[in-house]
């Protein structure tokens, strides 16, 4: 493929920080990369369990408009060094988004009317650490949080993306029109899709938004969005032709997880009670949720890592 020529010249202008001497195999810890050619960043975590030569799977996680790296990775707690996917240490790359001048806005994805840069970044930096790292390429994932998260559903939507990461974890995404959130959702494959939002969200809202309620033009009602989800996947209706309904259990006071039996792939869903625009977690590190952003459970252990765990590419 075309950009494969391109990384050649990328990864020798890979810039690496932090670097630490190991006696064998490349360095672990936080490692920051930068795309000279792009002038784009993101940010490394490489356990210190990681092992060379063994296959490890790879999580790719996209912060919130405005958010940076460092912080995605405080908020997601992603590089707990006790976390596993199907019982392996994992690497994880914290991507940042670039600056758009004309809205005056800092590290933002594509998918919102926004943003006009490529999603060729996502491909550059799975190339460049997969030539350094042994990563398990049938066990790389996505997820996100808000203008992240819906770029983590443009990924699931995207002939090409979709082909790249076994599955996808949007959590309060920002689903705008440009991330095929109404039309044009065309994975190259049935993609697993695992989706968390609190119904106290109003930045971007449990029950959507019409065109007139936010300059960024509407966003489905999420209810909705996870339908044609469970459409896509073929998830089984009671009869031909019925929305296929979910099965729902209460999983931590207020928390309602609904799953749904699909054939193609696995549709699940978390709806959270009494939580605002954040990351789920007891500490209520993400801070976007104020002043609800409290949960009384951690998404990211363990219910991010089993959901991840449980999908590969064929
Ligand atoms: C993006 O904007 C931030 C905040 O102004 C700045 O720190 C950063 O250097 C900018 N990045 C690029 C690539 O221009
Ligand atoms: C979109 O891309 C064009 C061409 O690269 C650039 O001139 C323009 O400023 C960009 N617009 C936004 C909103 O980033
Ligand atoms: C851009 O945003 C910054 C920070 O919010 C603000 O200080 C500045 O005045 C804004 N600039 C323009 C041109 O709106
Ligand atoms: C949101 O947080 C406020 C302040 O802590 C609290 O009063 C309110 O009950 C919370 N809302 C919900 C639905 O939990
Ligand atoms: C959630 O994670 C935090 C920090 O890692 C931990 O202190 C807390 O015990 C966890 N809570 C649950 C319910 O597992």
Not at 44 to 73: D, I
Not at 200 to 214: K, L, N, Q, S
Not at 231 to 259: F, Q, S
């Amino acid at each position: 493929m075309l950009y494969s020529s391109i990384l050649l010249v990328a990864s020798a202008l890979a810039t690496v920080a932090s670097q630490q001497l190991v006696l064998s195999g490349p360095p672990t810890g936080n490692r920051a990369y930068s795309l000279e050619w792009s002038e784009r960043t993101f940010l490394l975590n490489v356990p210190q369990s990681y092992v060379h030569g063994e296959s490890h799977p790879l999580v790719f996680s996209f912060h919130g408009a405005g958010g940076y790296s460092e912080k995605q990775q405080r908020i997601t707690e992603l590089s707990d060094p006790s976390l596993r996917i199907n019982g392996k240490p994992f690497l994880t790359i914290y991507a940042q988004g670039v600056n758009n001048s004309d809205w005056n806005m800092t590290h933002i994805w594509k998918g919102a009317p926004y943003e006009n840069k490529t999603i060729q970044y996502v491909f550059d930096a799975l190339e460049i650490v997969s030539k350094t790292y042994t990563v398990d390429r049938s066990r790389v994932y996505a997820c996100g949080k808000s203008n992240g998260g819906g770029f983590t559903a443009l990924l699931a939507c995207r002939p090409d993306t979709s082909a790249i990461f076994a599955a996808f974890a949007p959590v309060s995404p920002a689903l705008y029109q440009g991330t095929y959130a109404f039309h044009n959702c065309t994975p190259s494959r049935p993609v697993p899709i695992f989706h968390i939002h609190g119904v106290e969200d109003v930045i971007t809202p449990f029950h959507g938004r019409t065109p007139e309620g936010g300059s960024f033009g509407p966003e489905p009602d999420v209810r909705l969005w996870r339908r044609q989800w469970t459409d896509m996947n073929g998830c089984k209706g009671r009869y031909e032709g019925e929305w296929a309904e979910p099965k729902l259990e209460e999983i931590h006071k207020g928390v309602w997880e609904e799953t749904w039996d699909c054939p193609g792939a696995e549709v699940k869903a978390m709806t959270v009670e009494g939580l605002g625009h954040a990351w789920p977690s007891t500490l209520g590190l993400d801070l976007a949720g104020r002043p609800n952003q409290t949960a009384n459970f951690n998404l990211t252990n363990p219910y991010l890592v089993s959901f991840f765990s449980r999908h590969s590419l064929p």
